[in-house]
T-cell receptor
Framework: KAGVTQTPRYLIKTRGQQVTLSCSPISGHRSVSWYQQTPGQGLQFLFE???????NKGNFPGRFSGRQFSNSRSEMNVSTLELGDSALYLC?????????????FGEGSWLTVV | GEDVEQSLFLSVREGDSSVINCTYTDSSSTYLYWYKQEPGAGLQLLTY?????DMKQDQRLTVLLNKKDKHLSLRIADTQTGDSAIYFC???????????FGTGTRLKVLA
């Protein structure tokens, strides 16, 4: 069974640009969540989607957005990139997203903003 | 409020036991988790404990939960060099659909 797949794995963007990251969950999983990992802030929750609906959102500016498709694949977008957006972006999937439902992480997308 | 704290570093000798500690503040947490992250990789689930349990053992791993003090610990018996990684505790509460992660403890195992 394939794990959570994130693309691209590495990318470099310039300040002011926008970026889209993609996540394919484990087959059968309908919940997808996104986290930002930085050395200074650790792992921060961005948002969670289930059946194309956002159920929870973290404390990030509106430049950060996401969506989920009918096949449960998810994308997140960051517009007007800032240097501080440089981070590892992790996607996780689970069957329902409910507490007690184990989430499985992808290997992440490393974003560098220059 | 939501806050999960861990000590930043731990160094142990190969073969010794490691104990990684975590404190959390959200009393409504229903599940508490331990994840491992190796360099350049995502997070790997090690084990988890339901909030009404005090202890859970899984091979070399023992999780202790003191709900009164909101303290969680992970003991790794017979620590090996392959256990060197960053360990994160995390909590989740019913209906929130999100995990709150600790700051991570970097475990270094000395040969």
């Amino acid at each position: 069974k394939a794990g959570v797949t994130q693309t691209p794995r590495y990318l470099i963007k310039t300040r002011g640009q926008q970026v889209t990251l993609s996540c394919s969950p484990i087959s059968g999983h309908r919940s997808v969540s996104w986290y930002q990992q930085t050395p200074g802030q650790g792992l921060q929750f961005l948002f969670e989607y289930f059946s194309e609906t956002q159920r929870n959102k973290g404390n990030f500016p509106g430049r950060f957005s996401g969506r989920q498709f009918s096949n449960s694949r998810s994308e997140m977008n960051v517009s007007t990139l800032e240097l501080g957006d440089s981070a590892l972006y992790l996607c996780a999937s689970s069957s329902t997203g409910a507490s007690g439902n184990t989430i499985y992480f992808g290997e992440g997308s490393w974003l560098t903003v220059v | 409020g939501e806050d999960v704290e861990q000590s930043l570093f731990l160094s142990v000798r190969e073969g010794d036991s490691s104990v990684i500690n975590c404190t959390y503040t959200d009393s409504s947490s229903t599940y508490l988790y331990w994840y491992k992250q190796e360099p350049g990789a995502g997070l790997q689930l090690l084990t988890y404990i339901f909030s009404n349990m005090d202890m859970k053992q899984d091979q070399r791993l023992t999780v202790l939960l003191n709900k009164k003090d909101k303290h969680l610990s992970l003991r790794i018996a017979d620590t090996q060099t392959g256990d060197s990684a960053i360990y994160f505790c995390a909590e989740t509460a019913s209906g929130t659909y999100k995990y709150i992660f600790g700051t991570g403890t970097r475990l270094k195992v000395l040969a």
